[in-house]
């Protein structure tokens, strides 16, 4: 292992970071993939495209650490400066690498049956005596770059995937080359994902509870709130992975035994995931009744794959009309109780299930804002039901946020209901 430091800085590069318009999800998959070893992202940065305020980023990050990871800035027109601003900082002129350049026209005809755009040179230059990293899911090579003191710095594009693939295909075996397979302490994260409880509520009931307390010195635990919930991101550091997949697994399992049900999911699992799982292995078929979510809850099932095995349909009554003609509502309980009424929509969910024969139905009626509240059903005031063979659940929520989170909040409710009821 090296006597270098385990740890490096990060420098995302674009406007489009800067000004709102793009997240930076590289910067994530990166920290995470280099905590698996032990090497700690000690500081991100981001920076426009001005090849001024690169180049100071880069002497800035040698200085402090001495290993530098920079993402994006590869792309082939002239708003893309982070080539020109490495070669800058590391006082190498930009040569073209001959090799490339043929790769990418021979690339583009098979592709696209035309010769390659001029623009597209670019990618092909690196800085003198650099190395080029191929990468195997875009045109723009990454770079790796060294000085006379032992400085590195390794350049990725943005593109997501590109920078994702690179950094398992480029970027790791550097850093094992770097600091050795396991440069320090293993970081290890664990997230387990919670809703129908707020953060502080959620914090009371883990905080008062001794095992959870116990299990917690073995590392840290964030709350992350949301809009599906309260994700509890728990934070390990060992001597091995072995030791810190332990750590995290006592953890894990106490906090499960101290929020319970209130837990629905690890990771990024959604919760309409979730749901058609527990479908699924019940041998079930799920509709929906939506109202103010417009489809969204449908929208949501869908989106998973496989999906089509438990979903069978589902009926968007935005209006009173389809209400009644649709899912079969009284239009006496619209006129007696209104549209957003514990009445209709356990009216709605109980059409929904009979018209699609459907083992299953999840219904939702809402004021979803922003305008249409009153002070007897404000905006955010919205009813949920869940119909099964022999039971029929609503309930009553009063969500906050905007148009979009209070129609987000309702599809994630009424899958929890009904997640909740197939236990």
């Not at 299953?360 to 004021?367: D, E, K, Q, R």
Request: charged share 25%; hydrophobic share 45%; glycine share 12%.
């Amino acid at each position: 292992m090296s006597d270098q430091a385990a740890a490096v800085e990060l420098i995302t590069i674009g406007d489009e970071l800067l000004l709102g318009f793009t997240t930076d999800t590289n910067g994530g998959y990166i920290a995470r993939k280099l905590a698996d070893v032990g090497v700690a992202v000690v500081r991100r940065a981001s920076v426009g495209d001005t090849q001024e305020h690169i180049v100071a980023a880069i002497h800035e990050a040698l200085d402090r650490t001495g290993a530098v990871i920079t993402t994006g800035g590869l792309g082939p027109t002239d708003d893309d400066l982070t080539r020109d601003a490495v070669a800058a900082a590391f006082g190498r002129p930009l040569v073209l690498d001959e090799a490339h350049m043929e790769w990418m026209r021979e690339r583009w005809r098979k592709r696209f049956g035309r010769d390659l755009p001029t623009t597209n040179r670019r990618q092909a230059l690196i800085p003198d005596g650099a190395r080029k990293l191929f990468n195997n899911y875009g045109s723009a090579p990454g770079v790796y770059i060294e000085d006379d003191r032992g400085r590195w710095l390794v350049m990725l594009p943005g593109v997501p995937r590109e920078a994702r693939g690179m950094t398992d295909d480029a970027l790791m075996p550097i850093i094992r080359d770097k600091f050795g397979q396991t440069a320090g302490a293993v970081i290890r994260s664990r997230t387990l994902r919670t809703t129908g409880i707020g953060e502080s509520l959620l914090a009371d009931r883990l905080e008062a509870d001794a095992p959870l307390r116990d299990a917690k010195a073995a590392g840290s635990m964030a709350y992350l709130p949301g809009v599906e919930g309260t994700d509890l991101r728990v934070t390990v550091r060992a001597a091995s992975s072995s030791a810190a997949d332990s750590a995290l697994d006592r953890v894990a399992g106490a906090l499960r035994a101290a929020a319970g049900e209130y837990i629905y999911g690890e990771g990024v699992d959604d919760m309409a995931g979730v749901l058609l799982d527990r479908c699924r292995a019940r041998r079930a078929t799920l509709c929906v009744a939506e109202s103010c979510t417009g489809g969204l809850l449908g929208a949501r099932l869908t989106a998973i794959p496989g999906s089509s095995d438990v979903f069978v349909g589902g009926v968007i009554a935005y209006s009173n009309e389809v209400k009644v003609r649709d899912l079969g509502v009284v239009q006496e309980a619209i006129e007696t109780h209104g549209a957003v009424s514990e009445q209709v929509v356990r009216a709605m969910a109980e059409g929904a299930r009979q018209r699609f024969d459907a083992d299953v139905s999840l219904a939702i009626t809402g004021v979803a804002g922003p305008g249409g509240g009153t002070d007897a059903k404000p905006v955010g005031l919205v009813w949920i039901a869940v119909a099964t063979g022999d039971r029929l659940e609503s309930r009553k929520l009063n969500l906050w946020g905007d148009r979009e989170e209070i129609r987000y909040r309702a599809t994630q409710a009424v899958m929890d209901l009904a997640r909740r009821l197939l236990i």
